[in-house]
């Protein structure tokens, strides 16, 4: 089993944040063989948005990315989500068409991620 970052752009806007949460939930629903993580999800929601507090965020972002099999950005790579590119640049893969609208069973991206998936080695 593949564990999975899930990056998507926040930005401070609640809505971002909804959707990413609603595409986590969808691709854990629909891939095998993966678990998709978001975890910076409860601290935007929960903490103050602040520099001290998303630089804390990327402290913990980029911790549990190196934990992790493989990067998955949902949206264009900007602010904290950088860094964390940096450290997968060998595990990623980009597909901002995610950031608009809310997953359907009809996105032939889920075919995508899956074969993505697949490829991976077992380590």
Avoid at 48 to 63: N, Q
Avoid at 75 to 80: D, E, H, I, R, V
Avoid at 100 to 121: C, D, H, R, T, Y
Wanted: with cysteine; charged share 20%.
């Amino acid at each position: 089993m593949k564990l999975i970052y899930v990056a998507h752009v926040f930005s401070g806007i609640q809505s971002n944040a909804d959707r990413a949460e609603s595409w986590t939930a969808r691709l854990n629903w629909r891939i095998q063989g993966a678990v998709f993580i978001c975890p910076w999800l409860p601290m935007v929601r929960c903490w103050v948005d602040s520099g001290e507090t998303r630089a804390l965020g990327i402290i913990l972002d980029r911790e549990c990315v190196r934990h992790c099999d493989a990067l998955l950005a949902l949206s264009p790579l900007l602010g904290g989500v950088k860094s964390e590119w940096d450290l997968a640049t060998d595990k990623i893969l980009c597909d901002t068409s995610m950031i608009v609208g809310e997953p359907s069973a009809e996105w032939l991206g889920f075919e995508v991620i899956q074969a993505w998936i697949n490829s991976m080695k077992d380590t």
